[in-house]
């Protein structure tokens, strides 16, 4: 069975179970080939609920190998055994539950897709239990409580009245999960199974044809059998407004009233400014460019009968090396109010002289927006405080004008390094150094593993439970760069716990 007919049927097994279809629910995930941990324990929750201890039993026990550290699982069947009256094994259990919460007071198995919140005081509690049916009622005293310190929230009060059922030397009533409550699969992959359309429908935006709706392939025309004797002007010519322009020049817009143009597009020029700045229209788009990046040309059919056509003068002439320098002045009358448009275009030109925007390769990719001019220090600093990552393990990197190799960033090299900042824009690479062992012992982090994790990409760091995890940078709230065993990599937070020596 593959991955998304097991995730689609998971999906079915729990709607069913949501509205109390206990038989259904149970065989669609009977149903499903090489279930995983999760499935098994679903499968002994509905067992369970239908009173079939053995099979209950026998499923609680397949979660359990699939997954040793299931805390839940070990808390599931020990209520398993103690329905079937096997105090023994269900204190065992129970006991093995505890130790699975590895001293925490809870456990939420949200992140797992199990809405339930194991609690230590309640785990406890069935300890407790367990040893009243066997006569221990001073080890039940002890658990109880044990079990008091650590309760939490006003509605573990039940702990306070099996206290003083104990004293009494009578039983109390056994903490179970709720009804109905299972394993869910991700909502993200279960999303994943719906078919998307991801070309979509086509849509009319422009057609010389009024009302024309039609978005689909034209059938073949036939085929004339004399030419017209003069071509007709295309439609499109007469709909255009302006002077048709060539662009000579790739143009970079600054500006939200500016137009992004590459060499050869054609414009057509509204009305052109005093200060070199011409309105254009472009691809249905209407905006600012620089004139002096752009030459008329003459869009007409010269294909008259018997006219004879010199193809030389048809090409155009070789565009310039250099481009001729921007504009200084923005003449922005023809879109918007000249007041605001001029004091907007003058903020613009201050803030492009005092930020520069830094692009930063990492095993992720960040920005930062600097200074120009800033010391290698001062620069070393900003990435370190955006990586979040100790400076001394970070060595930085940038490539020179005309060479792929990477040099190494340091303060005689920043001067050049600055110069090669094109429009504000700047990339750097950053790596770690390859003894890690420099890096400052106070500063790192240690952690330990809660559960083993599988790399499925290569930037993953795969590890075991119970391995020591240092800690190098937080990528988010929800993953962490490491290293376990001299790799290196990046790995789920709620995995992992501080180590505490």
Not at 64 to 82: N, P, S
Not at 392 to 403: Q, V
């Amino acid at each position: 069975m593959s991955l998304v007919e097991t995730i689609r049927q998971w999906d079915e097994g729990v709607a069913a179970a949501d509205k109390k279809d206990w038989p259904a629910a149970l065989q669609l995930f009977s149903e499903i080939q090489e279930p995983n941990s999760k499935i098994y324990f679903n499968i002994g929750c509905l067992c369970l609920i239908n009173g079939d201890l053995n099979a209950t039993e026998k499923a609680f026990d397949n979660s359990i190998c699939k997954d040793e550290h299931l805390a839940v699982a070990f808390f599931q069947r020990g209520i398993t055994f103690y329905k079937k009256q096997k105090y023994e094994e269900a204190l065992r259990d129970f006991q093995k539950t505890f130790h699975e919460l590895r001293g925490n007071q809870l456990i939420d198995y949200k992140l797992l897709g199990l809405w339930y919140k194991l609690y230590a005081c309640e785990v406890l509690h069935n300890v407790a239990l367990a040893h009243a049916q066997l006569n221990e009622w001073e080890k039940a005293e002890e658990n109880l409580l044990k079990a008091l310190n650590l309760k939490t929230e006003a509605k573990h009060s039940h702990i306070d009245r099996a206290l003083g059922s104990i004293l009494k030397h009578k039983l109390f009533d056994l903490v179970e999960l709720p009804m109905g409550e299972l394993f869910r699969p991700n909502k993200h992959h279960v999303a994943q199974l719906e078919k998307k359309d991801y070309l979509g429908k086509a849509k009319v935006l422009a057609s010389v044809v009024h009302q024309d709706a039609f978005s689909g392939f034209a059938p073949l025309q036939p085929q004339v059998q004399s030419v017209p004797p003069r071509p007709k002007t295309p439609e499109i010519l007469r709909a255009l407004e302006g002077e048709p322009h060539r662009v000579c020049y790739e143009f970079f817009p600054e500006t939200a009233k500016e137009l992004s143009l590459l060499p050869g597009n054609i414009v057509f020029v509204l009305q052109k400014g005093a200060d070199n700045w011409a309105t254009v229209i472009f691809n249905g788009k209407k905006g600012l460019v620089p004139y002096n990046y752009l030459e008329p040309v003459e869009l007409t059919l010269s294909s008259k009968k018997g006219q004879e056509t010199n193809q030389s003068e048809d090409l155009p002439k070789p565009l310039k090396d250099e481009p001729p320098e921007r504009p200084a002045v923005l003449d922005t009358s023809m879109l918007n109010a000249k007041d605001t448009e001029d004091s907007s275009a003058k903020e613009g030109e201050q803030e492009e002289l005092k930020t520069c925007i830094i692009k930063v390769h990492f095993t992720y990719t960040v920005t930062i927006q600097v200074k120009p001019g800033l010391s290698y220090s001062d620069l070393l600093e900003q990435v370190c405080k955006k990586l979040q990552h100790h400076p001394r393990g970070i060595i930085l990197r940038y490539k020179k004008n005309s060479s792929s190799e990477k040099v190494c960033l340091d303060d005689s090299e920043m001067e050049i390094a600055w110069s090669q900042a094109k429009k504000g824009h700047f990339t750097l690479w950053c790596e770690l150094t390859e003894n890690k062992e420099n890096l400052p012992k106070e500063d790192l982090t240690q952690l330990v593993a809660l559960h083993c994790y599988k790399a499925t990409q290569p930037e993953d760091l795969e590890f075991q439970t119970g391995d020591i995890i240092t800690l190098l940078s937080k990528v988010n709230e929800e993953w962490f760069e490491g290293q376990c065993k001299e790799n290196v990599g990046i790995f789920p937070a709620a995995f992992v716990e501080e180590y505490i020596k």
